[in-house]
């Protein structure tokens, strides 16, 4: 297999192996808090994914709940951004992440709280 190219397995009824060359994964963890929940995911899969994606530096995305992780202040969800290159991620972060970061405390304050990880592809 190719370097940087990322596996991905889709298990449902058929067994397909995707190969992808994506070499970074921005992974965003997010504690929601229940009374927002359901404006937070709308929010997240109509504005700040495209967004994200409108960048023209990432390629592919995942949006997903944790299991088993709920509790009295929220639910956890992660959002990975696929993107293809080291430049390309710096990029990101130097022209859109602070824009991009500050629109969703504009918009929901102090009811969810993210971190986020960068994860390298290896094979």
């Known amino acids: 297999m190719p370097e940087n190219y990322l596996l991905l397995f889709n298990c449902g009824r ?11 994964i921005l992974n965003v963890t997010s504690k929601v808090a229940h ?19 409108a960048t ?15 509790d009295d202040e929220g639910r956890m969800y992660v959002v ?16 859109h992440d602070e824009v991009i970061r500050q629109e969703a405390y504009a918009q929901f304050g102090d009811a969810f709280i993210s ?9």
């Open 115 to 123: 971190f986020r990880t960068v994860m390298e592809t290896l094979h």
């Open 56 to 70: 023209g530096l990432f390629g592919e995305f995942r949006f997903c709940k944790l299991r088993e992780n709920d």
């Open 80 to 95: 990975q951004m696929y993107c293809d290159s080291e430049e390309n991620y710096q990029t990101f972060l130097k022209e």
């Open 14 to 24: 058929n067994f397909n192996i995707e190969l992808i060359n994506y070499m970074l």
């Open 35 to 53: 009374h927002i929940e359901p404006e937070w995911k709308t929010w997240i899969r109509e504005v700040w994914i495209p967004k994200m994606l």
